[in-house]
């Protein structure tokens, strides 16, 4: 039964969808390399000089990609110190080490070279194969066409102002945010008449269908978000499959005008919202049938990566979550809101979207830092420069990147209150190596840092623990064309039941040389997106869980669920998996957002205090501490401005 099933999917096809590089697969933890494999890998230790090195181009599992995190975790269990040999002295000596090739890293470098100099020696260290962290490309070739996608960070955005630091940075990069109108076709899927839909799976729902989505619950991305019309709503009424009540709770939620905590002033209402989810919202205070919390759940998913469940109903407010327009609630953010709940105008005008996302920020600042890796000298010509990586880790060069290292060991030689130096221990390729520097910043993954340096205090090192990201899968599908779209009417679609809860026709965005499809029967990218999560567990226990299942999820697994959801969706419109997929890659973050701090959850967030991330980031003698996590704010411009902190740290000096 399966086989066939797997027929009819395409599970069979031979499209491109593993993790090949220069002829050998990249699974090079040092803990997990087989013998055969590590002999083969000897004589590639240096696979980046190769010109055929070019991740972006890598289909399969992506993001947190085998062979980039092995390492780490053997460190985690404590098992990496028994299997490394002693590491071998690179000689190496830096003015600064920066551990993570992410946005944060990247613009450490940029304002430390500009603060010391352009001849200072400055080497980043990063664990993937490719540098931008989260901000990352994906590129596919079908049909003589180069279509590009994001497998991370989506855009230049953020609920919270940019600073003018970051606001400086992207704008010294030669990005012009104000003219994103002129790149982007933003009425193209509209003028063809497509909207984004609702996708009701049998599972959750007892059949499968796909409705208009007459809210635009899922329509962001593609800046395909229609206004409510009564003939949506009809129609979503109609032909939704949702008990009678449902559908009256539904239409209720959206269009009653009710006060549901009477007697309570604006304060404390939100107060009280504070402190209950959304869910619990709905179901105990506006009563509305469970079938309509199942339509919701998913709803938050892409800002908080939880469901409504876990949600606080004064942040579904401060979202625009339907059940407040009665509420008299006064506008100011209330006590312990998220910043993405709080809305700001001028947050919303700074927009811009790279076809592949904030990786074009990454690739500029790489090109900045080392000239001859990118080609070309504009925001526009960045786009389709080909990146060469031969270039990245020079001898001679001031600015080094080196990937495929993951560094295991942070420490100063000495006392850290006098020390003159830092080592800084790295593993790559099954070996271990070191080099000496005279400041460090750790620009990685705060959970990993307690793992990298002993010499920290407890208290600092538990505040670092607590820093757990949050799981997400980014899903790139090329296809050969997408008329099964055009036929259904359908842009974007919200799938509230599904393995990934949205699938998105990616923005038509041309920039330079990149023209985005704008024919149905051309290829094009499909975005996914699923955030992994257990309802019902607190927000970091979900976090947990979902890390887990992402890290045991074969990528079989996740391809046969990405052409089952895919057919169910689009089949009525004529899409064949079989047929129309041309490549899949998976962009696997078990650790993707900075943890934001949720009133549900977190007292302190409410009642004030010093934060964890505030303890987490504080210098320690030459070490200091960067990361979109030493915000706890999972936005671009966060990485930006803690790496302009943590450079004027060692600066200031
Ligand atoms: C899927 C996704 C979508 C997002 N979308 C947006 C968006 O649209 N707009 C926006 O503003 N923000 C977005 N964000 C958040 C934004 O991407 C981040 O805030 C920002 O890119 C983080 O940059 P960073 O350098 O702080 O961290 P990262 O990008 O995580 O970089 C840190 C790097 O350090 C490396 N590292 C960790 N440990 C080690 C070690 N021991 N040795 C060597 N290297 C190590 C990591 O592998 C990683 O590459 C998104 C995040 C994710 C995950």
Redesign the pocket.
């Given at each position: 039964m399966r086989d066939s099933k797997d027929k009819q999917l395409g599970m069979d096809r031979r499209i491109t969808r593993r993790d090949f590089l220069n002829g050998v697969a990249l699974t090079l933890g040092a803990a997990i390399v087989p013998s055969s494999l590590f002999l083969a890998c000897e004589r590639h230790l240096e696979p980046e000089q190769s010109p055929d090195y070019y991740p972006p181009a890598l289909t399969g599992l992506r993001g947190s990609h085998p062979g980039?995190f092995e390492t780490?975790h053997s460190l985690r269990d404590g098992s990496f110190w028994q299997h490394a040999g002693t590491p071998a002295d690179t000689g190496e000596s830096y003015d600064l080490v920066i551990?993570?090739?992410?946005?944060?890293?990247l613009a450490a470098a940029h304002f430390f070279r500009k603060a010391a100099g352009p001849q200072a020696r400055i080497l980043i260290?990063?664990?993937?194969d490719d540098f931008?962290?989260?901000?990352k490309r994906n590129e596919f070739h079908v049909a003589n066409r180069t279509l590009l996608g994001y497998g991370?960070?989506?855009?230049?955005?953020?609920p919270a102002p940019y600073s003018d630091v970051a606001k400086g940075l992207i704008s010294e990069l030669g990005i012009v945010v104000g003219s994103y109108a002129k790149y982007v076709s933003r009425d193209l899927y509209r003028s063809l008449g497509l909207t984004p839909n609702i996708f009701f799976n049998k599972e959750t729902f007892g059949t499968d269908k796909l409705v208009v989505d007459p809210a635009s619950l899922g329509g962001t991305e593609t800046g395909d978000r229609v206004g409510q019309t009564a003939e949506r709503w009809q129609k979503f009424l109609a032909e939704a499959p949702l008990s009678a009540k449902a559908k009256r709770d539904y239409d209720r939620i959206y269009h009653e005008q009710k006060d549901y905590l009477p007697g309570l002033s604006s304060d404390q209402k939100k107060a009280r919202m504070a402190r209950m989810s959304y869910a619990k919202f709905l179901t105990d205070v506006v009563r509305v049938d469970g079938e309509v919390v199942k339509v919701l759940q998913a709803g938050p998913h892409p800002l908080f990566g939880v469901g409504i469940d876990a949600v606080a109903a004064q942040d579904a407010w401060g979202m625009g979550f339907p059940g407040f327009a009665g509420m008299h609630l006064d506008p100011t953010p209330g006590k312990g809101m998220n910043r993405d709940a709080i809305y700001n105008e001028e947050a919303e005008r700074y927009f811009f979207h790279f076809p592949d996302?904030?990786a074009s920020i990454a690739r500029l600042l790489v090109r900045k830092l080392i000239p001859g890796a990118i080609p070309g000298n504009s925001a526009f010509d960045v786009v389709t420069a080909r990146a060469n990586y031969a270039k990245l880790d020079q001898r001679g060069s001031p600015a080094r990147i080196r990937l495929n290292?993951?560094?295991?060991r942070v420490k100063h030689n000495g006392d850290p209150s006098t020390a003159k130096e830092v080592e800084i221990t790295?593993a790559r390729f099954g070996k271990t190596y070191t080099v000496r520097a005279a400041h460090c910043i750790l620009?990685?993954?705060h959970v990993?840092i307690p793992y990298?340096c002993e010499e920290l205090p407890g208290k600092q090192k538990q505040a670092l623990y607590s820093a757990a990201k949050v799981p997400?899968l980014?899903t790139n599908v090329a296809i050969n064309n997408w008329e099964a779209f055009q036929k259904l009417g359908v842009s974007s679609v919200y799938a509230p039941g599904c393995y990934h809860t949205a699938a998105t026709l990616d923005a038509p965005v041309s920039i330079g040389e990149y023209h985005a499809t704008e024919s149905p029967d051309q290829p094009i990218v499909i975005h996914m997106m699923k955030t992994p999560c257990q309802p019902g567990l607190p927000a970091r226990d979900q976090h947990r869980a979902g890390r887990i299942e992402l890290f045991s999820t074969t990528f079989e697994t996740m391809e046969r669920n990405i052409r089952d959801q895919l057919v169910r969706t689009l089949g009525p419109g004529g899409f064949d998996p079989a047929r129309d997929i041309t490549a899949i890659t998976v962009?696997r973050?078990p650790?993707?957002?900075?943890y934001e701090y949720n009133s549900l959850f977190d007292d302190f967030w409410l009642e004030g205090g010093e934060t964890p991330c505030e303890v987490a980031r504080k210098q320690f003698g030459r070490i200091s501490i960067?990361?979109?996590?030493a915000g706890a704010y999972?936005?671009?411009?966060?990485?930006i401005n803690?790496a302009w902190r943590a450079v004027g740290e060692i600066t200031k000096a």
């Open positions: 980039s780490a551990v993570g090739g992410g946005l944060s890293g260290l990063e664990n993937h931008g962290g989260h901000a991370g960070t989506y855009s230049i955005e953020s996302g904030n290292s993951t560094v295991v790295y620009a990685c993954w990993m990298l997400l980014y962009n973050w650790h993707g957002y900075a960067a990361n979109s996590d999972a936005y671009t411009d966060e990485a803690q």
